[in-house]
């Protein structure tokens, strides 16, 4: 079934956003629930992608455990096997399972920690303008998806509603008001990256960018790794054996969506423009062939 929007009665929704539903379990933690739907642009659009939560949870679920088996950062995932769930929620297997995680509780931080490899998006415009990327200034002469000399942390501020944007790293600093918690998430993300850029490279794709969401373990005081990690949602994924400096690679993510959207007179703001079945049909199964390629038959 696809899933767009969703209440359970008798369970307290602390929040929705662009993609989760999260509720509160008490002192059984958190249950972050990934609908359907697809943002483009900071914008909800109106037609949900089929399967598309199935896909962002089983892969999360893929790469924290990869990442646990190599010991990286803790994250906040407890199981998303469902019949492990709170016997409150078996009435709601039809909505929940296979898209639902129960969590650890934690305060998200005000931060997207971003870490790019590859010169593509926000990221190559800003360099065809003035040869630097969020602060990084980088070698002249790069073409539209070239590798990066090494791997750059480019944070971004994080917004519910409305546009995430670039921040300097004294800003992300005065976000966090804590500069060793700072260079704890940025050694972090850079470290998240490269683990899930060797994997991928192993199946046959490169993961051009990504950001990466922490948060503060409420109990514990512990810096976590939450929400979704290494998703069509989150990062650009490309085919190896199709790419190509100097051209947009095709992708297994959502910037099939985009491209699509940079064809039509909309100025990117509410509200968004339907899709077609055929755009529709064909983001499904680049998610459903990333989830495939990525995880394989092995489970780490």
Not at 190 to 214: N, P
């Amino acid at each position: 079934m696809d899933l767009s929007t969703l209440d359970l009665p008798g369970i307290p929704k602390l929040r929705s956003g662009k993609v989760r539903e999260v509720f509160d379990l008490g002192a059984d933690g958190l249950l972050f629930v990934a609908t359907d739907r697809l943002s483009a642009f900071d914008c909800i659009l109106p037609d949900p992608i089929p399967g598309k939560g199935e896909v962002l949870t089983q892969m999360s679920a893929f790469w924290f455990a990869h990442l646990r088996a190599r010991g990286s950062i803790a994250d906040h995932l407890v199981t998303t096997d469902f019949a492990r769930f709170p016997e409150r929620l078996q009435p709601f297997a039809a909505q929940l399972a296979g898209r639902s995680m129960i969590v650890r509780r934690a305060r998200p931080l005000p931060v997207e920690c971003v870490v790019r490899g590859y010169l593509a998006g926000s990221g190559w415009k800003e360099y065809q303008s003035t040869g630097v990327v969020c602060g990084h200034r980088l070698p002249p002469g790069l073409q539209l998806a070239d590798a990066l000399p090494e791997p750059i942390f480019t944070p971004a501020s994080k917004n519910d509603h409305g546009h995430d944007e670039n921040i300097d790293w004294p800003a992300f600093v005065a976000r966090l008001g804590d500069e060793a918690v700072a260079e704890k998430l940025r050694a972090a993300s850079l470290l998240v990256y490269s683990l899930g850029a060797q994997h991928a490279a192993g199946r046959g794709i490169i993961i051009a960018d990504t950001k990466f969401e922490f948060g503060v373990d409420e109990a514990t005081g512990e810096i976590l790794l939450i929400d979704e990690v290494l998703t069509p949602d989150s990062s650009r994924f490309w085919p190896a054996n199709e790419y190509r400096p100097g051209i947009s690679p095709p992708s297994y993510d959502k910037q099939f969506v985009r491209d699509y959207l940079e064809t039509l007179a909309w100025d990117k703001t509410p509200p968004a423009p339907g899709l077609p079945p055929e755009i529709i049909a064909r983001t499904a199964e680049k998610y459903r062939q990333a989830l495939r390629e990525i995880s394989g038959d092995a489970a780490s």
